[in-house]
């Protein structure tokens, strides 16, 4: 088991799922504030998953984000809100062509105050009806996280002309750097 925290004291964590690591993956790892961006496992109940086991639908583990990030300069908040613009929250076990239980859309707080901030603003996005059908999205408290095999990581970095990469990640990237212009990186 391995919980990513920053080397700074002040950094804090947010782990999230919403489809496939790849797609949540590049899109964190752009915005202002994020220190780093890690793929892995979690929400489930088998230690050290391969991704093989977690595809087999038999983990009950998602593909996740682990997001160590400084709060004076992104909020939790501020990262959900993101999350919610990037995938839909709507489907259950599935986000565009990837379908499993490992895609669900997932929110794994690690305090009190992660839980309420996520609950608060699920509550908002409902009853504003932003979405045409209910938001699904799990709100469970972190347990454990596995990190991806290595060739998970920074995948749309060094893959970006992957059919994948192309039809399915550089969408979300493009949406994030329209929304979120002043969010990003220099």
Same mark, same amino acid.
């Given at each position: 088991?391995?919980?990513?925290?920053?080397?700074?004291?002040?950094? %804090?964590?947010?782990?999230?799922?919403?489809?496939?690591?790849?797609?949540?993956?590049?899109?964190?790892?752009?915005?202002?504030?994020?220190?780093?961006? #890690?793929?892995?496992?979690?929400?489930?109940?088998?230690?050290?998953?391969?991704?093989?086991?977690?595809?087999?639908?038999?983990?009950?583990?998602?593909?996740?984000?682990?997001?160590?990030?400084?709060?004076?300069?992104?909020? @939790?908040?501020?990262?959900?809100? #993101?999350?919610?613009?990037?995938?839909?929250?709507?489907?259950?076990?599935?986000?565009?062509?990837?379908?499993?239980?490992? @895609?669900?859309?997932?929110?794994?707080?690690?305090?009190?105050?992660?839980?309420?901030?996520?609950?608060?603003?699920?509550?908002?996005?409902? %009853?504003?009806?932003?979405?045409?059908?209910?938001?699904?999205?799990?709100?469970?408290?972190?347990?454990?996280?596995?990190?991806? %095999?290595?060739?998970?990581?920074?995948?749309?970095?060094?893959?970006?002309?992957?059919? @994948?990469?192309?039809?399915? #990640?550089?969408?979300?990237?493009?949406?994030?750097?329209?929304?979120?212009?002043?969010?990003?990186?220099?």
């Amino acid at each position: 088991m391995v919980e990513r925290r920053g080397s700074g004291k002040d950094l %804090e964590v947010a782990t999230l799922g919403g489809g496939c690591f790849w797609c949540t993956e590049a899109v964190f790892s752009q915005l202002k504030g994020v220190k780093d961006v #890690v793929c892995g496992y979690s929400g489930g109940f088998v230690e050290n998953p391969t991704y093989e086991m977690v595809c087999s639908d038999t983990t009950g583990h998602a593909e996740v984000v682990q997001i160590t990030y400084d709060p004076k300069e992104i909020t @939790y908040r501020e990262i959900l809100e #993101v999350f919610f613009s990037i995938h839909d929250p709507t489907t259950p076990n599935r986000q565009g062509p990837d379908h499993g239980s490992q @895609y669900r859309s997932i929110i794994l707080y690690h305090n009190d105050e992660q839980k309420e901030q996520a609950n608060e603003l699920i509550r908002e996005i409902s %009853e504003k009806g932003l979405f045409e059908d209910p938001v699904v999205t799990e709100v469970v408290p972190f347990s454990a996280f596995y990190r991806a %095999e290595e060739y998970h990581q920074h995948y749309f970095e060094k893959h970006p002309d992957k059919p @994948y990469c192309r039809i399915v #990640v550089q969408p979300k990237v493009q949406k994030l750097r329209k929304k979120f212009t002043e969010k990003l990186k220099n």
